[in-house]
Every structure is written in structure tokens, then in C-alpha cells.
């Protein structure tokens, strides 16, 4: 590991009991971070963040009211001067499929969270199925809360799952802290978490109507042409990624998102569209949330939301070789065309927030046969570079990099003190290299199976340290001892 000290920046402060590996103090007083270049969601300035004892934010500071601070004379405080690299709100990634317990030899909590700290993620957002059991009843809340309890590097919030008939469950997993339940149109590819049928979707709206927290959905609806056989009319050649993109062609998402339009307008609860990879579906999403603005729901963005993933925005159909399964996911990477026009809804802010979608599996359920191989692309390590890689070619600023991979994905999920450098939240901070590029290798994976489509790929930006409420958690691809993070979740209904 590099030691602290081995910085292009200056360190005006030390750490107490901050240390690589072993050391167990962690005392930590007030706090002072700076940088030439603190950026928000909205602006970017030369000062800094003042953290109490405590783990949050107390201010945010320019330079002059700093350079005052420091006049002034506090000698508790500990100051750490990041220079040139950039100081942000610490990421969000608010899709992320751990799969502990039941399927951890996927992804574990543990293998997940160190992923995430060196990412530059300090909140993940699990979402409800793949592990066994899934998140579908406050019981099975309670055993995966359990399985993650003191196994969590970053901070750790859930997901429940909407399947049919648990709506009962809804209002104690509501109690509990889920940020919101998911459900799916089209078959999820695991058999413990049904989807819902065009029945089911009412009472799930009816169950929610009014509700604080997210209805999401994985918008795509069954179609004749999917198949895991290459026995029909679409299918030539199962290890071409164009027999994949066939089977699930941009209609099932535009159907789905159709269907789901008359229940936004029947019922008032925010419904979040998870993974849009087809273009085609943020009109019909915008048309919905009009009728809905024009009738004065005041929720954010009239509670109709987007997100897309980095994949969509890094890959197209026509790089993809055949047999490399790693790129295979559902709703697909679709081709060159459709990438352009999400970095068009990135552009004119018509996305609010991008995510992993961090979906691993086991290398033998890959395979080179794209119609039988699993469908996820791991990479919640690797979100910030990812975004950053193709924003910055595209010369975007960081402030939009925060925009949709801090404050969005806290918006949605309601972590009220999460995403964003203010006074009050906590002080999960990352110091971000902007200039720095790095090769995506097995080596310098820290989640469980080391697939990747980005295997050799040169990324842009470079996450330095992550700080968690306060807190040195990772540093230049080393993670500290802890687990530090926390489960937002509350305990009086967890642990009691
Ligand atoms: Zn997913």
C-alpha cells in the first residue's frame, strides 16, 4: 500500500490511529478537508470541508473563510490539503445485487463493500433478489441484514422486492428502512422472485399509493422472441451477441414502460425506471411525468425517474466479440446509434442518475453461448472511471459526474444525508484524481469473480482516498481495516 504521505499533495495534518492494516484506533477529531477543486453537483470551488467529531459535515468553505479558520487558531483541528485533487460528495450507487446470503459465492457483502471503497462508493443500495432468500418479506430483511451486519465496508441500504401477493409486507419493510421495492415485468432469471403479470401491478400500486418510498421496475415485458434455445426463426448463431440483442429488441422496453404509464397516471407513487438501455423509453417517461406535473404532484421530478447504466453509456453492440458473455445483461447494450442518444439525455439532464447494475455471477454460468450464459455486467468498483472515461472525453465537468453518481441516486433512494456536501450530511468524501488513468485488470478487482467487460481497458480518473463519515476507508486501491459502514436501516425494528 502507498503510504499517506506519499501524495503530490501536501498533508498539513495527520490522521489519529488512521493506519494501513491492523491498526484498530479510530479516533477521529474535528476535521478539516481542502482542495483546490471542491466539487458539488452544481459548482466547483477552491476551499473545503469542515467535518465534526462526529462523522458529519458542519460547513462548507471557501477558501478566504478557511484561510480565516486557520488564522483564528484551532489546534485540535486536523487538516488535510488534498492540493489538486479533486474533493467530492463520496458516490451512490443505488443497484447493486450483493447476493448474500444464498448465492455469496457470487458476491458478498464483504467482497462487494471493498469494491465499492475503492470505487469512491460510499453508500451501495442492494437490491432484493439473487440472494437466497430474497428481500421479499421483512423476515428475509431481517436474515440479510443479519448476513451483512459488521461485514460492510461502505454504508449498506436495501432494496425490498415487489412480487405478487407480499404487499402486506410493505408497510413493515417500509418501518424497517427500505428505500423501496422492485419488481419485474419479464422473468427474472431466478425462480424465488416471480414477476409481476399485468394482474399483479395494480394491487402493488394500490399497496404503495401515497407511500414515501420508490416503486422500481425492470421494464421489459415477455416476448415470443426471447429464448434460451437456438431453435426459431431469430436465432442463427448463439455465441454471435446479435442473436442475443434480437431476442430482447427495444419494444419490450418501450411496452413495458407503456404499460406502467396508465397506473402513473391512476396512482400517485414515484415509479423509477431501472436500467433503461433502449432511448425510445425516456419520451414516453416524460410525457407521463408532464400529466402528472400539470396536476401539481410535487414529488421529485413529479415522481417519475430514469436511471441508466455505465454500460449503456461505455459499450455498444457492434465492439461486443463472440463467445464474451461478460458483456451480456438485460435489457442489452444496444448499438452505437442508442448509446449516442442516452449521452444526449445525459447532456439535457433527462436521466437523473446512472448506476452499476452490478449484477455478478459465477464464471461457470457465463459461458460462451450468450442466449444460456447469466446476464450481468459486475462493476461497481469501477462506476466513477467509467462515467468519467466517456464524460470527460465528451468535456463534461465533474460537477456533472456528482450530479448523476451522488446526488442522483440520493435523491431517489431518500438517504437524507447522503450525496451531496452540505452541512448536516455525513462526511463521505473522495479525493479524485481527474487526470489519472489506470488498466482494469484481475488484479486490482476487489469484487468477488473477476469478469469484466472492461478486462484491459484503460480508464479515466482515479478515486485516491474515500473517506466514510469522516473516516479514511480506502486509498488508492487499498482498503483500510474496519468494516466501518453502517446499514440504513432501522435497528429498534432489526435487531430487537
Ligand atoms: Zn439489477
Redesign the pocket.
Known amino acids: 500500500m502507498r503510504p499517506l504521505y506519499n501524495l503530490p499533495t501536501l498533508l498539513l495534518g495527520l490522521f489519529v490511529g488512521v493506519s494501513c492494516r491492523g491498526i484498530t484506533t479510530r479516533e477521529v477529531g474535528r476535521q478539516l478537508f481542502l482542495s483546490r477543486r471542491v466539487v458539488t453537483e452544481a459548482a466547483e470551488f477552491d476551499g473545503g470541508v469542515l467535518v465534526g467529531s462526529n462523522g458529519v459535515i458542519e460547513s462548507v468553505l471557501t477558501r478566504e473563510s478557511i484561510d480565516a479558520l486557520l488564522r483564528n487558531g484551532d489546534s485540535s483541528l486536523q487538516v488535510f490539503d488534498g492540493g489538486n485533487l479533486a474533493l467530492m460528495a463520496g458516490a451512490v450507487d443505488s443497484?447493486v445485487?450483493v447476493n448474500e446470503p444464498g448465492r455469496t459465492s457470487w458476491e458478498g457483502f464483504v467482497t462487494a463493500t471493498r469494491a465499492a471503497a475503492v470505487g469512491g462508493f460510499t453508500t451501495i443500495v442492494d437490491?432484493p433478489l439473487n440472494s437466497i432468500p430474497p428481500t421479499t418479506t421483512l423476515e428475509n430483511l431481517k436474515i440479510k441484514a443479519a448476513a451483512a451486519k459488521e461485514e460492510v465496508f461502505v454504508d449498506v441500504a436495501f432494496w425490498g422486492g415487489a412480487v405478487p401477493g407480499n404487499e402486506k409486507e410493505y408497510p413493515r419493510m417500509i418501518e424497517a428502512g427500505v428505500v423501496g421495492f422492485k419488481g419485474y415485468l419479464i422473468d427474472s432469471g431466478v425462480p424465488e422472485f416471480p414477476h409481476l403479470e399485468v394482474e399483479d401491478i395494480g394491487p402493488v400500486f394500490s399497496a404503495l399509493d401515497g407511500a414515501a418510498v420508490v416503486l422500481a421496475f425492470?421494464a421489459e415485458l415477455n416476448d415470443s422472441r426471447i429464448t434460451t434455445d437456438c431453435d426459431n426463426e431469430y436465432c442463427t448463431d448463439p455465441y454471435l451477441y446479435n442473436t442475443y440483442l434480437a431476442t430482447r429488441p427495444e419494444a419490450l422496453e418501450l411496452d413495458a414502460v407503456s404499460l406502467l404509464v396508465e397506473y402513473i397516471e391512476a396512482y400517485d407513487v414515484h415509479v423509477h425506471i431501472?436500467?433503461v438501455s433502449a432511448e425510445g423509453v425516456i419520451p414516453i417517461l416524460e410525457e407521463a411525468r408532464q400529466k402528472r406535473l400539470m396536476k401539481g404532484n410535487s414529488r421529485w421530478r413529479g415522481g417519475v425517474t430514469a436511471e441508466t447504466c455505465h454500460h449503456y453509456l461505455t459499450l455498444s453492440s457492434e465492439q461486443i466479440p463472440p463467445g464474451h458473455t461478460e458483456y451480456k445483461c438485460s435489457p442489452p447494450i444496444r448499438n452505437i446509434t442508442n448509446k449516442e442518444k442516452l449521452w444526449q439525455y445525459i447532456e439535457e439532464r433527462r436521466f437523473d442518475l446512472i448506476t452499476s447494475?452490478h449484477?455478478p455471477s459465477v464464471a461457470s454460468l457465463k459461458g460462451p453461448n450468450f442466449l444460456t450464459a447469466w446476464g450481468?455486467v459486475s462493476s461497481v468498483q469501477f462506476g466513477v472511471s467509467l462515467f468519467w472515461t466517456e464524460a470527460k472525453a465528451r468535456g463534461y465537468s465533474l460537477s456533472t459526474l456528482s450530479h448523476f453518481l451522488s446526488a442522483g441516486p440520493a435523491k431517489l433512494t431518500g438517504l437524507q444525508r447522503k450525496g451531496f456536501l452540505r452541512p448536516g450530511y455525513d462526511a463521505d468524501l473522495i479525493y479524485f484524481d481527474p487526470d489519472a488513468s489506470f488498466v482494469v485488470t484481475p488484479e486490482i478487482i476487489m469484487y468477488k469473480n473477476k469478469i469484466s467487460p472492461y478486462m484491459n481497458r484503460v480508464l479515466q480518473g482515479q478515486v485516491v482516498y474515500t473517506f466514510l463519515r469522516g473516516q479514511l476507508v480506502a486509498s488508492s486501491g487499498e482498503v483500510f481495516e474496519g468494516p466501518l459502514g453502517e446499514l440504513l436501516l432501522s435497528p429498534a425494528v432489526l435487531f430487537n
Open positions: 443497484h445485487h437490491m425492470h431501472v436500467h447494475d449484477s450481468g
